[in-house]
């Protein structure tokens, strides 16, 4: 059985950068107040016409470059997001044709901020049992669409982006452990309580937005991801000064340094893009592993610890040599 490797990674911001002093315009809030809470400076939005395709396609292109790979070689694309393009097809086979890949299948992962690591534990599956052998990977948002630009508890937390890798089979270590969870009893501590078979009226007059009692969820979050930061090690026999790289979702600089403490990992050995990206739901983590390849800090063969929590509730956790 061969592992599965990450072989290339993939990031792509939108242009446009909407700081904290720019929602003091919009919303009774305060830079200092969005910087103490959250650690948040400012975030990517979108353009009217940029869609979650444009920016996964951008992101894409870049892991598939990085993979040193040609797209027709992809025989798996699995996409985690909560803003689809469309109501069908799904936005993996969107970006499919933009890539001009054929045949291979491709679906879209609803995991809301767990995403990517719900994409990354099944494209994992997928490899390991021989059913494919390259998988394009990846969290892509805009949820700047979905935002109440006047509801300060939330619009404030958010911003756009996408994040991609190439998975491969190899015979190096990658992939040790996936861990993913759900408890749907917390549906609306953090949702969108509108869709497409409950309430598409309210959808279609611009009324589905993101709600959150952001304190109840800051809460479960922090208990919530060291209890999955002790499973992970514990799958692999392992104590937590192992870690190299802890590479969390980036919802707030406090639930972030929670989880930091609990493994006892001082902040160097923490991938942090809180402060420029916001929270980007599914595309965090990705977004967060390629700025760290990136600037040379993940080095290959370092043990990196990815992990996430969202609406649903969903969590998760990915081990990985890089
Ligand atoms: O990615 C999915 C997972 N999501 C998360 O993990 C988010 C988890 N939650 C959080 O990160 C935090 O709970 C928030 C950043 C959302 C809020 O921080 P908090 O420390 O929990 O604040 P709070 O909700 O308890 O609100 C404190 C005060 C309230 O005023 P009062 O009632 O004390 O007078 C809020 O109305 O801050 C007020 N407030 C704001 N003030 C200025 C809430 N939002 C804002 C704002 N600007 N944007």
Known sequence: MSFARISGTGGYL?????????????????????????????????????????????????????????????????????TPDKIFPSSACILQARLDIHGCPAFDIQAVCTGFVYALTVAEKFIQTGSAKKALVVGAEVFSRILNWKDRTTCVLFGDGAGAVILEASEETGILSTHIHADGKYENLLWVPHGISDGFDQVKEGKAYVEMRGNEVFKMAVNTLGRIVDETLAANHLKKADIDWLVPHQANIRIIKATAKKLKMPMEQVVVTVDKHGNTSAASVPLALDVAVRDGRIKRGELVMLEAFGGGFTWGSVLLRY
């Open 14 to 82: 939108p242009e446009n950068i909407m700081t904290n002093q720019d929602l003091e315009k919009l919303v009774d809030t305060s830079d200092q107040w969005i910087r103490e809470r959250t650690g948040i400076k400012q975030r990517h939005i979108a353009s009217k016409d940029e869609t979650t395709v444009d920016l996964a396609e951008k992101a894409s292109r870049l892991a598939i470059e990085s993979a040193g790979i040609d797209p027709s070689e992809i025989d798996l694309i699995v996409l985690a997001t909560s």
